[in-house]
């Protein structure tokens, strides 16, 4: 069973300009979560999707954004990038959510110079 | 939004070893999960506990539930390079929230 796919691995983008970040979940999964990681803050919770819905969302300005397509497949935006966001992003997929096993991608490491 | 404490921050033990880290909470745990991340991978789920006072083991790891459901901990038996990593604990309110983590560093 393939696990969840990340893409891409790793980015580098400038400040000011913004960048789309793909997550496959692992087949049969409807819930798709998205975190941000970085030494200071450690993990934090950007969003859950679960079927096409956004379910949650975390305290990231609107710069963030994200959406679910049919097939589960999830993308997140982050436009007009600030240094801050220099981050790994995580993307993680249940079957139904809250409460249930999540499974971690690898993570898209973005760097904004 | 439930506050998670894990302590101690950073731990660095010989191969052999035993060791233990703690997660805190000010409030009750609906349920707690353990993951371990390694460098350059997302975490990995090792175990969810829900009960107060349950104790559940994988392999060398033992995990801990208070009877009170606000605290956790997870011990290490006989600690090898291979344990090397970050573990975090994460509880379930409306989404699933981490603490800051314990980085672990077992050296041969």
């Known amino acids: 069973k393939a696990g969840v796919t990340q893409t891409p691995r790793y980015l580098i983008k400038t400040r000011g300009q913004q960048v789309t970040l793909s997550c496959s979940p692992i087949?049969?999964?409807?819930?798709v979560s998205w975190y941000q990681q970085t030494p200071g803050q450690g993990l934090q919770f950007l969003f859950e999707?679960?079927?096409?819905?956004?379910?949650n969302k975390g305290n990231f300005p609107g710069r963030f954004s994200g959406r679910q397509f049919s097939n589960s497949r999830s993308e997140m935006n982050v436009s007009t990038l600030e240094l801050g966001d220099s981050a790994l992003y995580l993307c993680?997929?249940?079957?139904?959510?809250?409460?249930?096993?999540?499974?971690f991608g690898q993570g898209t490491r973005l760097t904004v110079v | 939004t439930q506050l998670l404490e894990q302590s101690p921050q950073f731990l660095s033990i010989q191969e052999g070893e035993n060791l233990t880290v703690y997660c805190n909470s000010s409030?009750?745990?609906?349920?707690l999960q353990w993951y371990r991340q390694e460098p350059g991978e997302g975490p990995v789920l090792l175990v969810t506990?829900?009960?107060?006072?349950e104790v559940k083991k994988l392999k060398r790891l033992t995990f801990q539930f208070g009877d009170a459901r606000k605290d956790s901990s997870l011990h290490i038996t006989a600690a090898q390079p291979g344990d090397t990593g970050l573990y975090l604990c994460?509880?379930?309110?409306?989404?699933?929230?981490f603490g800051a983590g314990t980085i672990l560093r077992v050296k041969s």
């Open positions: 999707y679960f079927s096409e819905t956004q379910r």
């Open positions: 087949s049969g999964h409807r819930s």
């Open positions: 993680a997929s249940s079957r139904l959510g809250q409460g249930t096993e999540a499974f």
């Open positions: 409030s009750v745990f609906s349920s």
């Open positions: 994460a509880s379930y309110g409306n989404k699933l929230v």
């Open positions: 506990v829900v009960t107060g006072g």
